[in-house]
């Protein structure tokens, strides 16, 4: 595909991964990317551009007390970053841990009041602090920075894939994302606007899969905060392949999908997360079981293969 550039191919016949992977910004140009390895274990690499560090595991965290069907969530910044999914003792438990570099807290139950499907996710909101969502057997359940219950008046046909959400705030305003797959097949996006007058969710944003395709797995969505006319950034997987759009400002609608790199064969639902310079990074695993990392802006991706650890 015009725009799209393939580098750092690695060939993995090495130990890969299982699960959605996740990334999280930490600097203008630097992300850190987190996978569940086979051995269980949790894996951070840190990048910045094309610098690539290495796959180190994270001792403090357990892997094996992780839901074999969930994905991981991570967002953060440059002193700290959340990492969540769900767990198995008991079934349910919304798993979440904080730090950064290589020293992570264990890992410890989050939102005790429920239980969860397997699909964790967390948004950085402001002043540092964290937005954590999850899905219900009927329903989203959803806290803001306050532990204050956010969940959507209007939600609409049930059941749900799993989820991700994504905050961006303005002046004098501020907005929650939710995106999942609904039981029509569509990409439902939920946006709850909170001003001064109060919290009020706006008419759900929803998506067609790209033509001929149907959509797989999870959804992600992105963005930086700071200005309303930051953009919203959507990945999703379909017919096997990661596919990209986006909103021009805060409630704007969707562009049309863009096929990101039409040679990665996605296996996993994809996470993304943007970074100050304006590029979206966007993870999954590939064939091999190993990470592969897309970054840019729509018709200029760069994909790196990061292999397994």
Not at 256 to 268: F, G, H, K, M, R
Request: glycine share 12%; hydrophobic share 35%; net charge negative.
């Amino acid at each position: 595909m015009p725009g799209t550039a393939t580098s750092d191919v690695v060939c993995v016949d090495k130990p890969g991964f299982l699960g959605g992977p996740c990334v999280a910004s930490t600097g203008s140009t630097g992300v850190d990317v987190f996978a569940r390895g086979d051995d269980k274990k949790i894996y951070r690499r840190a990048i910045d551009g094309s610098v690539l560090g290495n796959w180190a595991p994270l001792n403090s965290l357990d892997g094996t007390a992780i839901d074999s069907r969930s994905d991981l969530d991570c967002a953060g910044g440059a002193s700290n970053i959340n990492i969540v999914a769900v767990g198995t003792n008991p079934p349910g438990t919304f798993l979440r841990t904080s730090g950064f570099g290589t020293t992570y807290g264990a890992f410890a139950p989050a939102l005790t009041s429920q239980l969860f499907r397997p699909s964790a996710s967390v948004a950085a909101a402001a002043s540092g602090n964290y937005f954590l969502a999850a899905l219900t057997t009927a329903s989203v359940y959803a806290e803001g920075p306050t532990a204050t219950t956010t969940v959507p008046n209007n939600l609409q046909s049930l059941p749900w894939s799993g989820l991700d959400s994504a905050f961006l705030t303005g002046s004098s305003v501020s907005w929650y994302y939710l995106a999942a797959f609904d039981s029509t097949a569509q990409l439902a996006i939920y946006i709850l606007e909170q001003t001064q007058g109060g919290p009020q969710w706006l008419t759900p944003q929803l998506l067609s899969p790209p033509p001929g395709k149907s959509y797989e797995r999870s959804p992600t969505i992105c963005t930086i905060g700071g200005s309303s006319s930051q953009p919203v950034h959507l990945a999703v997987t379909a017919g096997g392949q990661l596919w990209h759009a986006y909103s021009a400002s805060a409630v704007a609608p969707f562009s049309a999908w863009e096929l990101i790199d039409p040679q990665v064969n996605a296996t996993s639902a994809p996470d993304c997360a943007t970074t100050s310079n304006g590029s979206v990074h966007i993870v999954a695993l590939d064939s091999s079981a190993g990470v592969v990392k897309i970054s840019g802006s729509s018709g200029t991706f760069t994909t790196q293969r990061l292999g397994g650890h």
